[in-house]
């Protein structure tokens, strides 16, 4: 990403940008590889600064959301209702309501139960809500084990077993239209056998349900593929040709068939970085402390799953050194990276945390009291 660093000065740390201008030209890359029956509906829980949505909506691509709000705030950024899927294990009333009033492609269901409620309150303004099926795989993803989700241990969708079942059971609810079948393994999958082995999983599953008469208008894959943290100024665009090129060649799509991706990370992750300002440095016994004055409220990734973004000192060219980068916050967890080499850090110098496009901001908390980071993209400054 570009990192304009004297209008980056300006501004008061920490904060995030977005270069929007690497954001364009991430979504081209993905654009450049489907077809017209491949469907991207871009993850909002990954980001939803109006400015990007709008970017993503203008680029043609559809929303995957995961509460009220998120659909809100698709609807305000312009996209229109028939792109937007909406998953998530505990959708209440008032939220099922909303994407009925706004008539949304489709609820991703999850359980029988809330298939009833999904029923019971289409039912009730007489309208028929459009439901694919979150099934289960059973597949694992090679990431970490708190953003895994396709195993039968997670929480998530309905058991393979009983899918048949389930179907049968939107057939015959009166306000219940059966549009397709979703998945999702796991986020920040690098290796493509993860995503094959979902389309073999997907396969046998079609085969199952085309012998027993049943089609399915769509397939939704979900999302998952990771981006490069360890360099990411030499892989800004993640590799999209394979991602795509993997599905083709994998998953048996039928005739008419849709196919529909919900991608997050891959699509705004490299765009964004957290800029924090360097408040002390340190020198303590047995090591040297960079105290920057962005904290794991800011960005949570590196506390909650032991996530590395790489470090760059924008306002130092001297020597490195190797410093622990820590914030603010009162919790021994508050650390974005351990033994650091850094372009030797004074105080009030501007460090970069890159990669941070993707569940950064949107992570972001006020414990300690203190204010929720603000988001600047390009046209902004
Ligand atoms: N679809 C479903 C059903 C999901 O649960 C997720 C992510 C996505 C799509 C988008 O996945 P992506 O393409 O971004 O990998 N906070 C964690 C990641 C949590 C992902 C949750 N679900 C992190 O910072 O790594």
Redesign the pocket.
Same mark, same amino acid.
């Not at 796991?186 to 999958?189: D, E, K, L, M, V």
């Not at 979900?222 to 990771?226: A, S």
């Not at 919900?262 to 891959?266: I, M, N, P, Q």
């Given at each position: 990403m570009n990192l304009p660093i004297e209008k980056l000065q300006q501004l008061s740390t920490p904060y995030y940008y977005y270069d929007t201008d690497l954001l364009v030209a991430t979504l081209a890359e993905v654009k450049s590889h489907l077809t017209s029956d491949f469907h991207v509906h871009y993850?909002v829980?990954?980001n939803a600064n109006p400015t990007i949505l709008r970017h993503i909506c203008k680029a043609g691509l559809g929303c995957?959301c995961?509460s009220g709000g998120e659909i809100e705030a698709c609807l305000r950024a312009g996209f229109s209702a028939d792109k937007i899927v909406y998953?998530g294990v505990g959708k209440a009333d008032w939220e099922i309501n909303l994407g009925l009033d706004a008539g949304i492609f489709c609820f991703?269901c999850e359980s029988t139960e809330e298939l009833a409620i999904i029923n019971e309150l289409a039912a009730a303004k007489n309208k028929v809500a459009r439901v694919a099926l %979150?099934i289960n795989p059973n597949v694992g993803a090679h990431t *970490?084990a708190?953003?895994t989700?396709g195993l039968a241990e997670n929480k998530?969708g309905i058991a393979m077993e009983d899918m048949e079942q389930v179907i049968g059971l939107c057939e015959a609810a009166s306000h219940i239209e059966f549009v397709g079948l979703?998945f *999702?393994i !796991?986020?920040?999958?690098l290796e493509m056998d993860d995503f094959v082995a979902l389309c073999h999983r997907i396969n046998e599953l079609q085969d199952r349900l085309e012998a027993r008469g049943i089609s399915v208008a769509n397939l939704n894959v979900?999302?998952?593929? !990771?981006i490069d943290y360890e360099q990411p100024q030499q892989h800004p665009v993640p590799n999209f040709r394979d991602y795509f090129a993997t599905y083709r060649q994998h998953l048996k799509l039928r005739p008419g068939q849709q196919l529909h991706f919900?991608?997050? %990370?891959?699509i705004v992750g490299q765009c964004g970085a957290l800029l924090t300002r360097v408040l002390y440095i340190k020198n303590a016994r047995v090591k040297k402390f960079c105290i920057v004055d962005a904290g794991m409220t800011d960005l949570i %990734?590196p506390a909650? =799953?032991g /996530?590395l973004h790489q470090i760059s000192n924008l306002t130092s060219d001297e020597p490195q050194e190797v410093y622990d980068v820590v914030g603010p916050i009162c919790e021994s967890s508050d650390v974005f990276a351990t033994n650091y080499a850094l372009a030797t850090a004074h105080r009030g110098d501007m460090l970069a945390l890159l990669s941070a496009g /993707? =569940?950064g901001e949107i992570?972001a908390s006020q414990y300690n009291c203190r204010m929720l980071p603000k988001g600047y993209c390009t046209e902004d400054l």
């Open positions: 993850a829980k990954a995957d995961v998953a991703n %979150r *970490h708190n953003i989700t998530f979703h *999702h !796991g986020s920040q999958i979900g999302g998952g593929l !990771g919900e991608l997050g %990370r891959a %990734r909650l =799953y /996530a /993707a =569940y992570m």
